[in-house]
């Protein structure tokens, strides 16, 4: 016969039960961080492609458009994030935007001055080529005929 001793389960559960709720705060940090991080991706990556839109613009209208943008989609999509920095390089030949920010989680789940502490930083990198239309078009003409007089010394027939 077993003998069974009266609050042994208590006993278990206490000290089985606060590791079984800081695997649960750890995930749930973790699909919030996941969360985070692709709302920042989209965020930046809509940024970048604004470029196509205002291609033949001048560099500093090209920057207010893609902060505008970049700036809408953070604004009420990020979850227990808070300043959320946004930078953005508009040159001749691209545009990249760079987006950093760190979740706030409690000092239980990242101990300050812990290697944990680094785990909850976002630094998201986006950049996209600046093209203009008329330049592509110029670029595929002069391709064209290069094309054709290679094709001509050659004896090549090219069909059109």
């Not at 953005?88 to 950093?100: L, N, Q």
């Amino acid at each position: 016969m077993k003998k069974y001793q009266r609050g042994s389960f208590t006993v278990e559960t206490a000290l089985i039960m606060p590791i079984v709720l800081m695997v649960i705060l750890i995930v749930f940090f973790f699909v919030l961080y996941m969360y985070n991080r692709s709302v920042m991706q989209n965020a930046a990556y809509r940024g970048v492609t604004q470029v196509f839109y205002y291609s033949s613009e001048s560099n500093e209208y090209i920057k207010e458009e893609c902060s505008r943008v970049v700036l809408k989609d953070l604004e009420n999509s990020l979850v227990g994030v808070k300043n959320a920095e946004v930078e953005i390089e508009v040159s001749a030949d691209r545009v990249e935007i760079t987006v950093d920010g760190r979740l706030n989680v409690p000092e239980i789940i990242s101990p300050k001055g812990t290697v944990f502490e680094e785990l909850w930083n976002y630094e998201i990198y986006a950049k996209e080529a600046r093209y203009n239309p008329a330049e592509i078009i110029i670029k595929g003409q002069n391709l064209e005929n290069i094309v054709n007089e290679f094709t001509l010394k050659e004896g090549m027939d090219v069909g059109s």
